[in-house]
């Protein structure tokens, strides 16, 4: 059973986010606003809950407006690193090493959540202009 504090919490989330279905580019923005301010801390486990609920609504948003075929976190992690010519030793920062580099760029690892977050800012840090996101990595 849930804690009472956490049931009002949840409650309060849900009021002040009022998640919906995502019907407008308008909504999928703010949507993504909100999500993108709250991977910057450590949640708690009623915003976790809100924050995979608006994840869920971004992504069935973006299913049907951006019917693009499913992207590959690896294939947009190689295209970053292409264009702008990125050795994979600036990203042993994000990884740990070269290897895991290596061996995300392979296929042979798949980029965890932490990761996708450090990615992101790596890329909007060194690159001006970008807008990427951890979703993009994941």
Do not use: C, W
């Not at 609920?53 to 590959?72: A, D, T």
């Amino acid at each position: 059973m849930i804690p009472t504090f956490s049931q009002q919490a949840y409650t309060d989330l849900l009021i002040q986010y009022q998640p919906k279905p995502i019907k407008t580019e308008q909504e999928y923005k703010r949507a993504l606003t909100v999500v993108e301010a709250m991977m910057s801390g450590e949640l708690t486990e009623a915003e976790t809950a809100i924050f995979e609920l608006l994840v869920l609504l971004i992504e069935n948003y973006e299913k049907r407006h951006f019917s693009m075929g499913e992207s590959k976190p690896v294939a947009t992690l190689e295209s970053l690193i292409h264009e702008f010519d990125v050795e994979p030793n600036s990203l042993a920062e994000v990884f740990g090493t070269v290897e895991i580099v290596r061996e995300v760029v392979n296929g042979q690892r798949k980029i965890n959540q932490s990761q996708a977050e450090s990615l992101a800012k790596f890329f909007n840090d060194h690159y001006s202009g970008l807008s990427i996101t951890a979703f993009d990595f994941i």
